[in-house]
């Protein structure tokens, strides 16, 4: 592999996610943040998580003049057409908390019985080159929505996304999420993006 010093725009904020990415891309690559640059997030005005995902990543690549990644992510409850959607992380308001997202799913799903909480977590990576040019790598992960949180890993809704095995993604410790997560599954498809993207080769 490489040993030149290599950078990587990341269109977040969220420091788990930084961590979580950071786990995953096994290259010898800086990433820099958002906070790192002195940037606000963009506003999120795209109606799928394509175009939210192409949005942040566009604006991370003008800003930095760096390669950039941004993704976009959220959680789809069959029992409430597919919402919270691309407004996951604001499903209770703009500001608000983990737990006040996960309290109002729980109050919206109230009565619905575990046969009908499907749901399914949704990512999409846009990755933009240094010259602009863009490419979409995409994960999902299957399960059905908890009737209470458990598990004190993870964030967003892992507290109340339940696996085929029964525990929450919450309960998993990082490395096992880092496995089957629906970011892990389109990071196994991004990072040789990012690999060929930055000029890095493998050992």
């Given amino acids: 592999m490489n040993s030149i010093h290599l950078q990587l725009a990341v269109a977040t904020n969220n420091r788990n996610k930084l961590t979580e990415l950071r786990a995953m891309i096994d290259a010898n690559v800086d990433l820099v943040s958002l906070d790192d640059l002195g ?118 809704y892992d507290p109340l996304f339940v696996l085929p095995d029964g525990r929450t993604m919450a309960e998993l410790v990082p490395e096992e999420k880092n496995r089957i997560s629906h970011r892990a599954i389109a990071m196994a498809t991004a990072v040789p993006l990012i690999r060929n993207m930055l000029g890095v080769t493998e050992r």
């Fill in 39 to 156: 940037l606000p997030s963009p506003e999120e005005t795209g109606i799928s998580f394509v175009e939210n995902a192409a949005i942040k990543a566009r604006f991370m690549h003008g800003q930095s003049g760096l390669p950039a990644i941004a993704d976009d992510s959220g959680l789809m409850v069959d029992a409430l057409s597919g919402a919270p959607g691309v407004r996951s992380a604001r499903f209770a308001g703009d500001d608000a908390s983990d737990e006040a997202n996960c309290q109002l799913l729980l109050s919206k799903l109230a009565g619905v019985p575990d046969s009908q909480r499907t749901a399914r977590f949704q990512c999409v990576i846009a990755l933009v080159d240094r010259h602009g040019a863009i490419e979409f790598a995409s994960g999902t992960c299957e399960g059905r929505i908890a009737f209470d949180m458990r598990g004190v890993n993870g964030f967003g």
